[in-house]
């Protein structure tokens, strides 16, 4: 996987993983979609570029990569990736490296309305935070640095998560 697809994949999973508690969001579907990604000051393609860039895969190419979401509890949908979320997830305060023992994280802020967090791995580390609108829609955002081999960089991305539905259908809950 090249750098640019590790990277945001790692903070796509990173963003639609973090259910926070501060203010009880909904469990059930929720789309995640992103608009601002920058990597190394550079702005990168939003979430309508890397959903059309999927549409054009050789059919077993888009198969396997589909599985490979699904068998983290992602699907893509309209307007970006598509998460179910248990009630249990959503009752949880973990933040989403519980399957990285190589990971820490800590929630730094913790309100109503407004909830802040900094995490660190063994190739990126960073902070963000996560502003509520309502228990069906929120806005976070994520900046780190990253390391892949002796290269170094930055990153931030936006992520937008609105509630669709209480029945998450064929889709397991995120991991």
């Given at each position: 996987m090249t750098q640019l697809p590790r990277l945001a994949a790692f903070a796509l999973l990173f963003l639609t993983l973090m259910p926070a508690h501060?203010?009880?969001?909904?469990?059930?579907?929720?789309e995640f979609s992103s608009g601002d990604i920058q990597v190394d000051g550079q702005q990168?393609?939003?979430?309508?570029?890397?959903?059309?860039?999927?549409?054009?895969?050789p059919a077993d190419q888009r198969r396997m990569m589909e599985e490979m979401l699904a068998a983290q509890g992602v699907k893509l949908g309209g307007k970006g990736v598509q998460i179910c979320l248990s009630k249990a997830q959503v009752e949880s305060d973990e933040l989403p490296f519980q399957d990285d023992p190589a990971c820490t994280q800590e929630i730094t802020e913790r309100g109503d309305k407004l909830w802040k967090f900094r995490f660190e791995c063994p190739d990126a580390r960073g902070q963000g935070e996560t502003r509520f609108i309502s228990d069906k829609e929120f806005v976070s955002t994520v900046e780190s640095e990253y390391r892949q081999g002796t290269e170094t960089?930055?990153?931030?991305?936006?992520?937008?998560?609105?509630?669709?539905?209480?029945?998450?259908?064929?889709?397991?809950?995120?991991?």
């Open positions: 501060a203010q009880q969001i909904l469990p059930g579907l929720w990168m393609p939003g979430m309508d570029a890397m959903l059309a860039q999927m549409e054009n895969l960089g930055t990153s931030r991305i936006e992520s937008h998560a609105r509630w669709i539905a209480d029945d998450c259908g064929a889709l397991k809950p995120a991991r």
